[in-house]
């Protein structure tokens, strides 16, 4: 079962480049986010959305963008990354929540970004 | 807003002791979840239990309880007989159903187990 899948696992820039953060998953949840994780700071929501075609700001948003073009996908990009942004990023989704789901949060493995 | 407090950076305890993690929100929302996480040394998130704002009984799932008192808006993880395997970050989370969906979580509390 892959779940959820991001990659790169490790990423190194300088500041002012450009990367994409890439995440898929495959049990169909309408559901998807993106939080970064700082020490002391617990997980920050950036971006999530809830469906196809649908996205929100969350907390922390600014550097960051997002889109859905399908349900499985939900990329996330730095348009000129800045050393502010060095963290480690998760993607997560979720089924809407219901009778038989409590719509829990489903995470992929993390990705770590430095940024010199 | 939505808010979650997690108001015990660190604590130490005692295998095989009880352990009770707090963790308070604030919502306007009268539809919301409450979970929590934990997150071991090797980084991945692990979904623990769930309470739902409408649910009468606390939820309970193994060694792992909620404590869920919704007038005082708090929803504090109780571990009973703490494992050396418990040590670990965990993070409370809500979710308001009917706003707008969005899953927001607090700074979390480090919990060490101690032989």
Redesign the interface.
Known sequence: NAGVTQTPKFQVLKTGQSMTLQCAQDMNHE?M?W?RQDP??????IH?S?GAGIT?Q??VPNGYNVSRSTTEDFPLRLLSAAPSQTS?Y?C?S?P??GTQA??????G??SRLTVL | AQKIT?TQ?GMFVQEKEAVTLDCTYDTSDPSY?L?W?KQPSS???I?LI?Q?SYDQQNATEGRYSLNFQKARKSANLVISASQLGDSAMY?C?M?D?NR?????????TRLHILP
């Open positions: 559901y986010s939080y002391g700071m617990g997980l920050r929501l999530y809830v929100d969350g907390e480690v998760f997560a979720s809407i929540p409590a719509g829990e949060l489903f995470f493995e993390g | 997690q950076p979840g979970f996480y980084g991945e998130m979904f769930y739902g993070f989370a979710r159903m707008d969906d969005k899953i927001i979580f607090g700074k979390g």
